[in-house]
T-cell receptor
Framework: QKEVEQDPGPLSVPEGAIVSLNCTYS??????FMWYRQYSRKGPELLMY????GNKEDGRFTAQVDKSSKYISLFIRDSQPSDSATYLC???????????FGSGTRLSIRP | NAGVTQTPKFQVLKTGQSMTLQCAQD?????MYWYRQDPGMGLRLIYY???????DKGEVPNGYNVSRLNKREFSLRLESAAPSQTSVYFC??????????????FGPGTRLTVT
């Protein structure tokens, strides 16, 4: 079993829809949770970063962590075609530990 | 300000050949990393350098060597390429020495095919 599981998609939604992207994990020791966005043929870029549990909001993006269920989510409101990309979740045990990445979900926003 | 740059962008090697992937950053970051990305596997850490003069193994170091040439440059060497090393390789850097605790900036990647 992988430490971090992520549905590969692809996920296709119409412009303006609310998008929900999710990851599950098996190790309760994870404390740092991240979402990276990767456009086609580009390197990943950090989108959201959360320490421990709870919600974090940044513009149209909201990251949620539910440690009791070992489940993290990224919500995108008012989705735009420019949000079309692969979204990777990532987690770490401590500030000095390596990051474990999910395999990524391909998202396509239809105009 | 170019951020993280990688050369080459594409490379095709025959089994057994060697090559070095180059990475440079102009953000004065202390830490640098090498990842590989394979379909369905996500990003996996090969090696990292927490600071100039130090290197450590990551999750998948076998078949690779690294050199932290100076604060700006971190190279990845394949001594004897194998088809299993066909992948997209990403270099990244961060200001702090932590891994999960600091934001990493990624380069555009090198697409390597070993035949």
């Amino acid at each position: 079993q992988k430490e971090v599981e992520q549905d590969p998609g692809p996920l296709s939604v119409p412009e303006g829809a609310i998008v929900s992207l999710n990851c599950t994990y098996s190790n309760s020791a994870f404390q740092y949770f991240m979402w990276y966005r990767q456009y086609s043929r580009k390197g990943p870029e950090l989108l959201m970063y959360t320490y421990s549990s709870g919600n974090k909001e940044d513009g149209r993006f909201t990251a949620q962590v539910d440690k009791s269920s070992k489940y993290i989510s990224l919500f995108i409101r008012d989705s735009q075609p420019s949000d079309s990309a692969t979204y990777l979740c990532a987690m770490g045990y401590s500030s000095a530990s390596k990051i474990i990445f999910g395999s990524g979900t391909r998202l396509s926003i239809r105009p | 300000n170019a951020g993280v740059t990688q050369t080459p962008k594409f490379q095709v090697l025959k089994t057994g050949q060697s090559m070095t992937l180059q990475c440079a950053q102009d953000m004065n970051h202390n830490s640098m990393y090498w990842y590989r990305q394979d379909p369905g596997m996500g990003l996996r850490l090969i090696y990292y350098s927490a600071s100039e003069g130090t290197t450590d193994k990551g999750e998948v170091p076998n078949g690779y060597n690294v050199s932290r040439l100076n604060k700006r440059e971190f190279s990845l060497r394949l001594e004897s390429a194998a088809p299993s090393q066909t992948s997209v390789y990403f270099c990244a850097s961060s200001e702090g020495p932590g891994l999960a605790g600091t934001r990493q900036y990624f380069g555009p990647g090198t697409r390597l095919t070993v035949t």
